[in-house]
């Protein structure tokens, strides 16, 4: 079937696909405008009729510079602000990141356009493509050890689209949008009711699913105070803050005696954990014994006998464990390239040598409750929260976001947990350096957080779970399944239907 749309020729065409990148960001956080993921893919996806596969090429990698050069624009405040690095050299640094994010797209758009004719049809628009978008995303999620941000699945999480996660996860929901915007364009060329009605029972459906509960509530609710303590990124790691911050953090911590569970944010305690066992520590969880409460703080450990450090949450109360991060930030758990320290400031911050901690820990037990503990961006890997549930009634994420200043990267950090309690039904505890700290419901809705840059306790009660939801048994497979299924047809489609024009 030949389309009824012509396509954008030449610059046209690309300046579109870059538009249409760059807004795709409002429709997450803080912004929350779900519905322009449709048709910011809805556009990039028009953008590839009519043209040869390099073209195509080329306005997937301007799409990608529009939707990472708004999206992670927060990577220059780290670079700049925090790494000391000129502007002229942040913005280089950021525009390089960029670029090659955008290079996978230009890469997988390419792979498209090689694989169709130059007229894209139906089923390439409601089959093909947002399978390629699929597989976009999977690889950013992987390579180099992943940078799974902006994964579109996460913007709907106020949206209908978000009654499917607890079943395909957001990588499912990544795909219906991109289905979405298929099928949008395919009833706008066809003309065809049919594909109007696809679109109401996928996004009925999913409002219809919102409202099952695929696991059940413990028996006891669990207080918990969240402390964040705000200590500014350019003094945290000097060691005139250190008896400042751990005063703090324990004046703050003995006046919530009454919660059974408090947490610290990453890395809070900045000193080793030997180096302050005797001193503080030790006191410490003696108090919180006595009144019977727990504590679970980030900090750095060392192994003595072989140097290596990692970045840890320690649990304090009712018994003494560690929870070693696993999955480590290039450039800022570790230099991936050591040749590099030196060369900038950026390239040489505190405690940036950490080691990974082992893929596989038991979990920390406390409030009476086991507990999945994620570091930082390890919450931003579906995959690796999966790992904790679902014997874990209750996760935390512990993160230090004052590298990233007043900018996107706090919120979209913030929906990035939503979207991991919604995937598993579990309420999610988030102590955060300088906001934003949040306690999460079960059902990815916020029930409290608190503002940013301020020094704030958050308390509230928490209903643990227990069950799975039906992504947690199954994880990633029916959704790779299915798209496996929709490659085979658009085969027999194209096989059947397809002729190439003549030039």
């Not at 992670?72 to 670029?99: C, E, K, N, P, R």
């Not at 689209?161 to 979405?180: E, K």
């Not at 009711?193 to 006891?220: E, F, N, P």
């Not at 649990?315 to 930030?329: E, I, T, W």
Request: net charge neutral; proline share 5%; hydrophobic share 50%.
């Amino acid at each position: 079937m030949q389309t009824r749309f012509l396509g954008w020729q030449g610059t046209k065409g690309n300046i579109i696909a870059l538009i249409a990148g760059g807004v795709l960001p409002l429709a997450f956080a803080p912004f929350y405008y779900y519905l322009i993921a449709i048709v910011s893919l809805a556009l990039l996806f028009l953008s590839w009729q009519g043209v040869s596969a390099k073209q195509a090429a080329m306005r997937g990698f301007l799409f990608g510079v529009g939707l990472f050069g708004v999206g992670v624009s927060w990577v220059y405040v780290a670079i700049h602000d925090f790494g000391q690095a000129s502007l002229l050299l942040a913005g280089l640094l950021t525009g390089l990141f960029v670029g090659f994010l955008a290079l996978y797209l230009a890469f997988f758009a390419w792979l498209g356009k090689r694989i169709t004719v130059r007229s894209l049809n139906v089923a390439d628009f409601v089959l093909l493509l947002p399978i390629i978008w699929l597989i976009f995303e999977v690889f950013k999620g992987w390579f180099l050890t992943g940078f799974p941000w902006l994964d579109i699945g996460v913007s709907q999480i106020e949206g209908p689209l978000s009654g499917y996660i607890p079943i395909i996860g957001v990588l499912g929901a990544s795909w219906l949008v991109a289905v979405t915007a298929g099928l949008i364009i395919a009833l706008w060329q066809t003309r065809r009711w049919y594909w109007g009605m696809i679109i109401v029972v996928i996004w009925g459906g999913g409002s219809l699913l919102q409202q099952q509960q695929w696991t059940t509530a413990t028996d006891d609710r669990i207080k918990t105070s969240l402390i964040q303590g705000n200590i500014p990124q350019a003094t945290k790691w000097d060691p005139k803050q250190l008896f400042k911050t751990l005063a703090l953090y324990q004046a703050r911590t003995e006046q919530h005696w009454d919660s059974d569970l408090i947490v610290w944010p990453e890395n809070a305690v900045t000193a080793f954990h030997h180096q302050l066992k005797d001193l503080y520590f030790d006191p410490l969880a003696e108090q919180a014994r006595a009144n019977k409460t727990d504590i679970l703080l980030g900090l750095p450990v060392k192994d003595i006998s072989s140097q290596q450090y990692f970045n840890s949450m320690m649990l304090l109360g009712s018994d003494q464990a560690f929870y070693y991060k696993s999955h480590l930030v290039p450039f800022g758990d570790y230099v991936p390239l050591e040749w590099l320290r030196g060369l900038i400031a950026f390239f040489d911050l505190p405690m940036s040598a950490f080691r990974p901690g082992p893929i596989q820990q038991e979990l920390i037990h406390a409030a009476g409750y086991n507990i999945g503990i994620s570091i930082c961006y390890e919450d931003t890997f579906s995959t690796e929260i999966l790992r904790s549930v679902p014997q874990a009634n209750l996760l935390v994420n512990a993160t230090n976001n004052a590298w990233y200043g007043d900018s996107f990267a706090p919120h979209q950090h913030l929906q990035i947990s939503r979207s991991r309690a919604l995937e598993t039904e579990r309420p999610i505890l988030r102590a955060t350096t300088n906001g934003i700290s949040a306690i999460i419901g079960f059902k990815g809705k916020l029930i409290k957080q608190t503002e940013q840059f301020q020094e704030q306790v958050l308390t509230g009660w928490v209903q643990p779970r227990e069950g799975a939801t039906p992504y947690v048994r199954w994880g990633q497979k029916p959704i790779f399944v299915l798209s496996l299924f929709m490659l085979m047809v658009w085969a027999y489609y194209r096989r059947i239907t397809v002729v190439e024009p003549k030039n």
